[in-house]
């Protein structure tokens, strides 16, 4: 039955899927209790271990290991919470992915479906807890450090968000309909459009019109927690970037109701290959459609 179950779930069934995380769940527990001893500890790694699964399922090579990819995933959890390590859980044993890890057409398809359907999971979570959420599972600037330097609060606080945000998610999945992540997915290539756009326009002259349209008149900008300021701030930072002959691309999206992510690439010209750091990140808080509040955040580099 494990078998069936976790070959549906890899097809893209999320009820399957459900079902697949309540078959192995005590068995995850165990594992996780058995390294970290009883508490919260114990059962962030699992809750952990479940989105890890939900965002990966399709990679799972062998449907009958199922439970010990399950189980594999929860002890990386445990041993990485134990090094203190900053990384989003990974941990899924190399063993068990297919020898040639580069999706194909349908899996990309597959995992797009999966995570849109969790972002539309997330988006019933408080707004504070959504910006943590949000930053931990779906962009690479997921360390606890990175997260709390950007949110502007302590790490402590961004681990207790993650706590909630991991159990109500869990709780929102299981109520999931599958109509809900079709509407996420226009949603999140509706903003992917409108980013990229935007980055166009950035370089040429309406860049101003475009930010007094996407922007509150009175927009708070702020720059990896240091530096604030207001809309003209954007227009410095581009002049800036593209006078050097550094160019902006877009590589990832997440949106959740009023809250936008972008993840932006820096390509640095050959003659100043360290001018600009690797990324950007923008975390934008929505009022009414224009951007209220701006965070800002330079990616050092994409290692997890």
Not at 78 to 92: N, Q
Request: include cysteine; hydrophobic fraction near 45%.
């Amino acid at each position: 039955m494990n078998s069936e179950t976790a070959r549906a779930a890899r097809s893209g069934d999320q009820d399957a899927f459900a079902l697949l995380i309540s078959e192995n769940l005590a068995g995850m527990r165990a594992v996780a209790m058995a390294t970290l001893g009883p508490g919260d500890e114990a059962e962030d790694a699992v809750q952990d271990a479940v989105l890890t699964a939900l965002r990966k399922i399709s990679q799972l090579q062998d449907p009958a290991a199922a439970g010990p990819w399950l189980k594999a995933i929860v002890r990386n959890n445990c041993r990485m919470l134990l090094r203190s390590l900053r990384a989003v859980p990974v941990g899924d044993p190399e063993s068990l992915l297919p020898a040639d890890p580069t999706p194909g057409p349908e899996e990309i398809l597959e995992q797009a479906a999966t995570r849109d359907w969790v972002r539309a999971a997330v988006s019933v979570l408080p707004e504070p807890v959504r910006e943590v959420t949000l930053l931990r599972y779906f962009t690479a600037h997921s360390s606890y450090a990175q997260i709390a330097d950007l949110c502007a609060v302590p790490v402590d606080t961004v681990r207790s968000r993650l706590r909630d945000g991991r159990r109500a998610l869990e709780r929102a999945l299981r109520g999931s309909a599958p109509t809900v992540f079709e509407e996420a997915q226009a949603q999140a290539a509706a903003v992917r459009r409108e980013a990229a756009d935007f980055l166009r326009a950035s370089r040429d002259d309406g860049f101003d019109g475009l930010i007094r349209e996407r922007f509150h008149p009175h927009v708070a900008l702020t720059l990896t927690s240091s530096l604030s300021g207001d809309s003209a701030m954007l227009r410095t930072m581009a002049d800036f970037t593209y006078g050097a002959g550094v160019l902006l691309t877009l590589s990832e999206v997440a949106v959740s109701r009023d809250l936008l992510i972008w993840e932006t690439d820096f390509v640095n010209p050959p003659d100043k290959p360290g001018h600009c750091p690797p990324g950007l990140v923008w975390l934008h808080s929505m009022r009414r459609g224009r951007t209220q509040r701006l965070r800002l955040a330079y990616r050092l580099d994409r290692t997890v």
